[in-house]
């Protein structure tokens, strides 16, 4: 289990409380206070990231609304005892397909989109393997994200690149290669096997 960043646990704390703040706010005086708040937690990543201030507003101090974590679903399937993987082009390192949560579609349609669009993979969800908070079981990162793991059967196309992908490749347990982790850990991926090998196990959760 990681160990929590302060630094970052109080930056994202301090976004959220402000972000909610500006949602459900009227005074003038606390809306002013509210964007202070945002401000600083800006300041905090800044001071601690290599992000550029306008950036970090952008991406991580940009949202409305109540504050909620993220949704991002992974499709997990298997071919006998290996499991399908695409590199991703942004780090060259390999990662379940998926990606964040669409509006208007539920996880597993979720699941068989980004996987016919990073794989060429058409696909079945089967079954629910996880349900994880990344707060327990990803390197620090700057948002709260509960991340879906769904099991899949290839039911048509064939291997093709996406655009956010560079590679499609089925890989042995024992013979994983670089995973962007972030997306995924070497612990979740050996999750995934063991729950293959398991079925009658219940889907993983916290």
């Not at 630094?7 to 606390?30: H, M, N, P």
């Not at 579609?105 to 089967?126: D, H, N, Y």
């Not at 994880?132 to 990162?141: F, I, Y």
Request: include cysteine; aromatic fraction near 10%.
């Amino acid at each position: 289990m990681n160990k929590p960043l302060k630094w970052l646990e109080w930056a994202k704390q301090i976004q959220a409380v402000a972000q909610t703040g500006l949602a459900y706010s009227r005074d003038v005086y606390d809306l002013e206070r509210f964007e202070q708040l945002r401000a600083l937690s800006v300041e905090i990543m800044r001071e601690y990231t290599n992000v550029e201030t306008e950036l970090l507003t952008a991406l991580f101090a940009g949202e409305d609304g109540y504050a909620t974590p993220k949704v991002d679903v992974r499709g997990v399937i298997f071919q006998e005892n290996q499991i399908l993987l695409v590199r991703e082009k942004a780090e060259r390192e390999w990662s379940l397909p998926g990606g964040w949560a669409d509006i208007g579609l539920s996880p597993s349609e979720i699941a068989v989109k980004e996987v016919r669009e990073e794989s060429g993979f058409v696909v079945t969800p089967t079954r629910l393997l996880a349900v994880l908070d990344n707060l327990k079981h990803n390197p620090p990162g700057p948002y709260h994200v509960y991340k879906i793991f769904i099991a899949c059967e290839i039911t048509g196309g064939e291997a093709a690149e996406g655009v956010e992908t560079s590679g499609v490749q089925f890989f042995a347990e024992d013979d994983l290669p670089a995973l962007s982790q972030i997306r995924n850990t070497d612990e979740q991926i050996r999750l995934m096997f063991e729950l293959k090998r398991n079925p009658e196990k219940a889907p993983v959760w916290d």
